[in-house]
């Protein structure tokens, strides 16, 4: 069984609700300073929300306390090592060298251990940037604005990863049409993991993983089926 991290993406459709869509996205990109396999890497917007949702949005991630997490009112801290920060500052860096456009943070690298990044989000990502593709396992995030459901399905696969994913709509039955067509191992609706179940089966698709742990599901990843019969109805009689 392997979990092998992902490039998650939230989609937020067209009738969601704005105040919500906000605090699903700064939640799922920021959690643990963006370094789980869970974290937001792509928030998928429709364009009609995207010039309400992305000032606010930026606002609210400038927002996050950052700096020595055993202070318990920071939000973001440091990554795991000097490799990992320079990993992500990396990322964005080739993507600002690119052309694209950063709404907040820079990518330079802080803090006396060369560690810290402050928060970054970023739009105008296109394919010939590192960033898109790859997963961030840090405190980035990237908006790309669509143009519809249709297109936010697409961008939402366009990635080699399947892990989980979430969506914000109004509207459930418009949010499970986009979910069955979204592929990844988990998805959250108006939820982006705060409603989530440990006993529920956990792991990805794609290059995301294989199998799945927690619960039964976990049990069945390392159970091998047999077929035993048993004939009770005295000697059988077979045909040669």
Not at 62 to 78: N, R
Not at 91 to 116: F, M, R, S
Not at 141 to 162: L, Q
Not at 211 to 233: C, L, M
Request: glycine residues 12%.
């Amino acid at each position: 069984m392997l979990e092998l991290g992902g490039k998650n993406p939230l989609i937020i459709l067209e009738d969601a609700d704005p105040d919500l869509a906000v605090d699903a996205a700064v939640f799922g990109a920021f959690m643990n300073s963006g370094r789980l396999c869970m974290s937001t890497d792509r928030i998928i917007i429709h364009k009609s929300l995207a010039g309400r949702f992305i000032p606010r949005y930026v606002e609210r991630v400038k927002a996050l306390t950052v700096g020595d997490p055993a202070d318990p009112a920071t939000i973001v801290g440091p990554l795991i090592n000097t490799r990992g920060a320079q990993r992500i500052s990396a990322l964005v860096k080739d993507a600002a060298a690119k052309g694209a456009t950063l709404l907040t943070g820079d990518g330079a690298i802080e803090g006396p251990n060369g560690t810290l990044i402050r928060p970054v989000v970023l739009t105008n990502v296109t394919t010939d940037m590192d960033i898109f593709a790859s997963e961030i396992f840090g405190p980035a995030a990237v908006i790309h604005p669509v143009d519809s459901a249709e297109a936010a399905i697409d961008m939402a696969n366009n990635t080699e990863y399947g892990l989980t994913g979430g969506v914000i709509s109004r509207d459930v039955n418009a949010a499970l049409d986009v979910v069955s067509r979204v592929r990844s191992g988990i998805i959250h609706i108006n939820d982006q993991g705060i409603g989530d179940e440990p006993m529920a089966p956990f792991g990805g698709v794609k290059n995301s993983g294989y199998g799945k742990f927690g619960g039964t599901a976990g049990i069945a990843s390392f159970t091998e089926q047999r077929w035993v019969t048993i004939q009770h109805s005295g000697r059988p009689t077979y045909p040669f």
